[in-house]
Structure formats: C-alpha cells, structure tokens
C-alpha cells in the first residue's frame, strides 16, 4: 500500500482539467518514485527473484494445474493476471504426439495479418482508449516493446485517418512512476465539456498493488497526441477495503450523471462474485466511491476490462456515453478472468442510484448460457463513441492458438479484430449486432458473383484465385420440400440439444446441415476451417440455427489450439441465411445473420498458404438441398507502418 511519509514532487506541466492542487488527493495515496524501476526489467537476473516471489506471494491470480516455471507466467501471476499462454492448453491436447511442429519462416511469415491492425514486432493485447481527434482515429494498445511475449507493459500508439490503414507513433506511457512500475495497464479516455481529454488507466505499483491514475496531453493542439502528462498526484485511486490488491483495474470512460458529476465504473471481484465498483468526481482528481454497486453476479469471477455504454431502441445509430432517457437502453460488457471470454447483457440503468438492472437474468453477464460479443478467439475488448461519424466502436484483442515457442520464434503476438460497429438490433430487442466498418469495404478489389445449387454431401471449389484475404458475403437457402420433410419427421433430431462446441465439427452430418465455406483449404481438403450454418429442429418442434466455425483440421500443426466455435444465431421469419467472413491469413472472422452472432477464429495452416490457400462451398447435410448466392472480393492490403513528417504535411526537418 502507499506510504504517507513523502509526497510526489509537483509537475511542471500545467494541469487542464481546474486550479485545484494535488493536496487534495490523500496523503496515503501517494508515494516517493522509485528512480530505479527500470531495474525491474533488468532481465535474466531477476528471474530467481520472481520464482521465490510467487511461492511466498499471496496473490489472487488464479492457480493453474500445469507446471510452467517460465518467466513470463511468473510475472503474470506475480501481478495478479491470468497467464497469457496457450502453453499449458496445447501440453494437454490429445493432439500434441511427441514433440512440437516444426514450425519454418516461410509458414511462420505468411501467418502475418495483412489488412488488421498489429505492431511491427512483438507482443500486444487489450486495446485502450480510442478516440477521435482532430481528424485522426487514435489506438492505444497494451505493448511489450521487448519481446512477443507478455511483460514489460507500456502504451503502444497509432492513428488512422479511416480505421484501416494505420501509421505507427512513438509509445504514449511507459512505467517511470512507482505507481505504474510494473506497467502501464488498461485505460479509457474521457471528453471534457471543453473537448479536452483525460485518460484514466490501471498502473500496477513497484509492490503489485493496481491503483488508478490520470493522465492527459501535454499539448492539446497537437492532432498526434504525442506526449502525455501523469498527473503529479496519481494515484487517484487505490483498491478500497474488502477488495484485493490485485483485484481493481481497468477504469471505463466517464458518464454525465444527471447533476453533472462524472461517474466511472472499475472491474473487481469478492470472492467469487464479480462486481462493478461505482465512483463520481468532478475533477478527474478526487472520487467518491458509492455504496452500491453497479451490478455484481455471483460465481463469475474477476471482471475485468468492464464496459458501460448506452444503444438506442428505435435507431441503428451510435450514442455518446452520457446520453440516457426512455429510448435508451445500456450494456454492461466484462471480460471473464477466469475463462477469457467477453460476456455482455442488455439492461436498465438508474442514475439516481447508479445500479444496471439486467433484462434477463437467466442470461446476465458472466453466466455461461448468457451472450457473447463474439463466439471464438476475442477479449479484452473495448468500444469508444466516434462523434464524427455517429456510431460506436468496438476494438477487441484477438489472441494467438498457437504455442508460445511459435510466437517467439515469429517474433510477434496477437492482433486486432477488424473495428466493428456495435448497436441494439431493433429486430429482437435482444441482441447486439455488430458489422466491420464501412472502411473495411475500401479494400475490396475484383469481386465475384456466384449462385449454386448444392446438394447433400456436395464440396464444390470456388474459383476465386488466391484466397488467403477475402471477403465473402453470402446468402442460403434450404429447398422448400426439405424443410417439409424435417417439420414432419417425428423420428428423433429434435431429441437431443445441438451445440457447435460438442458437435464433432463440420463432418458431423444432420438433416438440415451443416452448409457453408471451407475457407484457407489445401487442394486435397487435408486442410480447411469451415463456417457454417446448422439447422435443427428443436424439442420444440421449431427450427432453431447455429453459425459455427470448425478449425479442428485447420493445420497439421499439432502445437495449436483447435476447437469448434459458435452458437444459436436468431433468424426471424421471412430472413434467408446470411453470413459474412473476413478472411486475413490467420485470422478469420465470420458475422452470421448481420451480426447478432460473430465467430473470431486464430488459424495455422501449413499447406493452404500463398498461392495454395483455396476456397470451397459445401453442404454436408443428410437431406437438404442449399441455394448459395455469393459475392467474393480479393482484399487489398493496409497501409500499416511508421508513422512520418510528410504524413500530415509538415515539412522535413533534414
């Protein structure tokens, strides 16, 4: 915990936000700086240290069953986050006979994302506080400058003038504070009545403890935000009683409440139960915590990265944080500690108390049958208001599946989810749909128009050229008769649940599925990651539709993660089938029935690479005939690289 034998000496820099001093934040919050915190990341020879430190530590991190004595694990666990390997799940697959693949540079090379945003080495995760300002999208991002493996965290930065194509900026925070010695973790950004921004973040301290701080631009004219401030008074604040000193991080934007404090939300847990800590400030400086909280749903563990943000009832439109009123309901989002997945909940949020009441409790956040931003590889995610084009934003970390070994041997981990608009459907009032930017389609290049009949047990190729960055957008539909054959069949597919996860994968065949694309497929299929749409009748004699994506032979590769995905997707009356899949190396992202249900998967081919990468259609179903009509566009590539003078028009200093 902090001292209050000394104070942190005042900064130079002016203050923006008022004219109150930094007295005002209790002397028990602050510390003296630790000039000597670049000793923590001094290497090899503090590994011993770390060791000894996690056997005697009384953390809260989650224990694991494997034993992984590497330092990157021990460094996470010695903060109080969950590991961020794939190691100890890959050791325990079936799969993994004998040694690891043997991965080469020619396959390792062509796994590098073309058209989603990554950095140009290393390791990256949450995204945090993006903005628009200035006429330049702003992405800060957790970053390792050091190495493709979690630790050593600072706040990368890029910007973008249309979401797409990015220009890489010198790193915004890195820790030279005791209060954020052991990194600069996740933070959001806040618009100020003036249109000046704060960013609040979680900095883990010298001792572990996370604590909050508030940092701003040291020059607000600059359009690049290059510089940032922390406040000499940080931090603001600490974990309260009854909450661990591992267990408080990653402040949300700030919200107007109606007597026009700001109010903030910060992730925790007690016990077993996840919570969602209030506090209102006037100032950015001092906090009043509330009594209440939030929400709170027992057995779900650690939130973290929590969201909270309002979507219109009636309108596709994006709303400002603040905004409130009957034609208004909001989202709650966490980010599971315990299982690494991003539950939300739609629901009733009250002001005057500062409590979310869920729609639907049997589906509230966290619970295991409740909704899902996205059904595969996706969390830590984040959305922002962008006031120039009146939507929302959701940025999300996708992660790798392979080995950790693989990434360092690449030299890079992790990359981006395609920005997405987020909204209520208006459809079914219970959902969210969510749709890559509009941007997105300015990569398009040739596109291809395709209508095929397909019938049961059919694999047709797609002759599309290369097809390792697509985007498909495509329609089905089952034959008529076939569905009336299934209404009327009594004889037992209805008498059993269909989940993709347990499902056995795209080979499994039903009477109304599964039907879609093999994508990043070998000529010989000995390759391939299927999305697809399964119908089944249920118990109550209703069709109900799945959109699942199987990567379980997506690679030779026996060192990688390899589920099935997916979930019930709605489908009302009169829809067709539809999905969308980005396809981008190795990531694929599939979008079914406009977005209510979104599938992010990590895939490693070894032969359906470069020039071999094909595309099929199929139908593996028993009994349905499937109507395909389909559009297939080559993706260009992004613009992604250092960022330099002549990308704004200011003239070279050389």
């Not at 957790?142 to 003038?161: C, E, F, M, R, T």
């Not at 056995?504 to 879609?516: D, I, M």
Request: aromatic fraction near 12%; glycine fraction near 8%; hydrophobic fraction near 35%.
């Amino acid at each position: 915990m902090a001292s209050s034998e000394s104070l942190l000496p005042l900064s130079s820099q002016q203050d923006p936000l008022s004219d109150s001093r930094c007295d005002s934040i209790r002397e028990s919050q602050r510390r003296r700086p630790i000039k000597v915190h670049l000793a923590v990341y001094s290497g090899f020879l503090l590994i011993a240290l770390y060791v000894t430190l996690i056997i005697t530590h009384d953390g809260s991190a989650p224990k694991n069953d494997v034993n992984d004595d590497t330092t990157v694990e021990s460094r996470a666990r010695l903060a109080g986050v969950s590991e961020k390997s794939n190691e100890h799940v890959w050791k325990l697959s079936n799969d993994l006979k004998g040694e690891a693949f043997a991965w080469n540079n020619t396959v390792l090379s062509w796994q590098r994302t073309a058209f989603h945003f990554q950095p140009e080495k290393n390791w990256m995760n949450d995204p945090n506080g993006p903005l628009f300002y200035k006429g330049w999208y702003h992405f800060f991002y957790q970053y390792n400058p050091n190495a493709a493996v979690w630790g050593d965290i600072v706040w990368g930065h890029a910007v973008s003038k249309d979401l797409i194509h990015w220009l890489y900026l010198p790193l915004a925070m890195v820790p030279d504070q005791w209060y954020d010695a052991n990194g600069v973790w996740t933070g959001s950004a806040t618009f100020l009545d003036d249109g000046s921004i704060v960013m609040l973040y979680t900095g883990s301290t010298d001792k572990f403890v996370q604590v909050q701080n508030l940092a701003y631009p040291e020059d607000p004219t600059d359009p690049l935000l290059l510089k940032w401030t922390k406040f000499s008074g940080n931090p603001v604040l600490v974990p309260p009683p009854g909450i661990g000193a591992k267990d408080f991080r990653d402040p949300t934007t700030a919200w107007k409440t109606s007597d026009g404090k700001w109010r903030i939300t910060i992730g925790s847990k007690i016990n077993r139960t996840g919570i969602s800590i209030i506090y209102d400030t006037t100032d950015f400086k001092t906090y009043e915590k509330h009594d209440t909280l939030l929400h709170q749903v027992p057995n779900t563990g650690m939130w973290e990265c929590v969201d909270f943000y309002p979507v219109s009832k009636t309108k596709d439109k994006g709303l400002d944080t603040s905004v409130n009123g009957p034609d208004v309901k909001h989202i709650i989002k966490a980010s599971m500690d315990d299982t690494r997945i991003d539950h939300y909940a739609i629901g009733t949020y009250y002001d005057s108390n500062a409590t979310w009441v869920p729609d639907n409790p049997s589906i509230d956040v966290g619970i295991s049958t409740g909704l899902r931003y996205d059904y595969g590889k996706f969390y830590a995610s984040k959305t922002f208001y962008d006031q120039h084009k009146g939507r929302r934003i959701l940025w999300g970390w996708i992660g790798e599946s392979d080995s950790e070994a693989a990434d360092v041997q690449k030299g890079w981990s992790s990359v981006q989810g395609i920005p997405r608009t987020v909204a209520l459907d208006t459809k079914t009032g219970k959902n969210l749909v969510q749709w890559p930017v509009k941007e997105t389609e300015s990569l398009r290049l040739g596109r291809k128009k395709f209508h095929m009949k397909v019938e049961p047990g059919t694999v047709v190729p797609v002759d599309v050229g290369p097809a390792a960055q697509l985007d498909i957008e495509a329609e089905f539909k089952i034959k008529k008769d076939d569905l009336e054959v299934v209404f009327g069949d009594d004889s037992g597919e209805d008498d059993k649940e269909f989940s993709c996860e347990t499902s056995g994968g795209a080979t499994v065949r039903g009477a109304l599925g599964p039907f879609g694309f093999s994508v990043l497929a070998d000529e010989s299929l000995t390759e391939q990651t299927p999305v697809y749409f399964y119908v089944t009748k249920g118990k109550d004699s209703k069709l109900k539709t799945f959109f699942c994506t199987d990567t379980s032979r997506s690679t030779m590769a026996n060192d990688v993660v390899k589920p099935v995905y997916g979930s019930f997707v709605p489908v009302l009356k009169g829809e067709k089938l539809t999905m969308r899949i980005l396809v981008d190396h190795s990531i694929v992202e599939g979008f079914g029935q406009g977005g209510r249900t979104c599938i992010t998967s990590r895939v490693y081919p070894t032969k359906a690479i470069y020039g071999a990468a094909k595309l099929f259609l199929f139908n593996n179903a028993v009994d349905a005939t499937v109507t395909a009509s389909f559009k297939v566009w080559q993706m260009n590539s992004a613009f992604i690289r250092p960022f330099s003078a002549d990308d704004i028009g200011v003239p070279s200093s050389t």
